[in-house]
């Protein structure tokens, strides 16, 4: 409808305007592309990462772990397979897939207590 009186608002000759059917018909096809768009995004829960994951399972066996023993904890060899390197400002890590990923060593605070209040929600 939004369409129709748009054309006439717009002041297009009646000859040329759509026929009321056939916007009705495009407003269908177009209802169905947006809810075929919208299930193909829905579902999808974020995953966590491998470091995320690691910082779970420390969470489990060490419950009031703090930020300050989770840096010294989380090393190369300590976790060969998940930690790639450490520095000062930065925890580069191996994802699932094989590829490098960093992450600021500022966001293991977030981290650590998203990981106990997923633990403590069990």
Same mark, same amino acid.
């Given at each position: 409808?939004?369409?129709?009186?748009?054309?006439q608002?717009r002041?297009?000759?009646?000859y040329?305007?759509i026929?009321? &059917?056939? @916007?009705l018909e495009?407003a &269908?096809?177009?209802?169905?592309g947006? *809810?075929s768009q919208q299930a193909?995004?829905?579902?999808?829960?974020?995953?966590?990462? @491998? *470091?995320q994951?690691?910082?779970l399972?420390l969470?489990r066996?060490?419950?009031?772990?703090t &930020?300050?023993? *989770?840096?010294?904890m989380?090393?190369?060899?300590r976790?060969?397979?998940v930690?790639?390197?450490v520095d000062?400002t930065?925890?580069c890590?191996?994802r699932?897939?094989g590829?490098l990923? &960093?992450?600021?060593?500022s966001?293991?605070?977030h981290r *650590?207590?998203?990981a106990?209040?997923?633990?403590?929600?069990?």
């Amino acid at each position: 409808m939004r369409n129709v009186s748009d054309e006439q608002t717009r002041g297009v000759p009646v000859y040329y305007r759509i026929a009321l &059917e056939k @916007a009705l018909e495009n407003a &269908e096809r177009d209802k169905v592309g947006f *809810l075929s768009q919208q299930a193909g995004r829905g579902g999808r829960a974020k995953k966590s990462d @491998a *470091l995320q994951r690691l910082i779970l399972d420390l969470v489990r066996t060490h419950p009031e772990i703090t &930020e300050v023993s *989770l840096k010294a904890m989380l090393t190369r060899e300590r976790f060969p397979g998940v930690i790639e390197d450490v520095d000062e400002t930065n925890i580069c890590f191996v994802r699932p897939d094989g590829r490098l990923k &960093e992450s600021p060593l500022s966001g293991l605070k977030h981290r *650590l207590s998203r990981a106990k209040k997923i633990l403590k929600s069990r």
